[in-house]
Nanobody, 115 residues
Framework: QVQLVESGGGLVQPGGSLRLSCAAS????????LGWYRQAPGKQRESVAG???????DYAESVQGRFTISRDNAKNMVYLQMNSLKPEDTAVYFC?????????WGQGTQVTVSS
């Protein structure tokens, strides 16, 4: 059974940093493309960052230069380092794993950026 479990969310002041983690199990992790998405109240879920099985990355324009996605295939983990956080980054952040037509989601972790 495939599972994705996010952790690391919380309350942080503007300008602060957080590191999100996503632990995967029940899959051949290394073949999956991985991504972080977020959904703010009243808004659609949006892609934040992605990393391919080969390690290529892409980012939403709104987080470019502030967020970094990485993966550790030995540990079946994907991370999102978030720096210079802004109030508009407040959302539930979801981990996604995709291979061919198969995709999985985690349950999400709340990130709140507020003073």
């Amino acid at each position: 059974q495939v599972q994705l479990v996010e952790s690391g969310g919380g309350l942080v002041q503007p300008g602060g940093s957080l590191r999100l983690s996503c632990a995967a199990s029940g899959m051949v992790f290394s073949v999956y493309a991985l991504g972080w998405y977020r959904q703010a109240p009243g808004k659609q879920r949006e892609s934040v960052a992605g990393i391919t099985s080969g390690g290529s990355t892409d980012y939403a324009e709104s987080v470019q230069g502030r967020f970094t996605i990485s993966r550790d295939n030995a540990k079946n983990m994907v991370y999102l380092q978030m720096n210079s956080l802004k109030p508009e980054d407040t959302a539930v952040y979801f981990c996604n794993a995709k291979w061919s037509s198969v995709g999985y989601w985690g349950q999400g972790t709340q990130v709140t950026v507020s003073s």
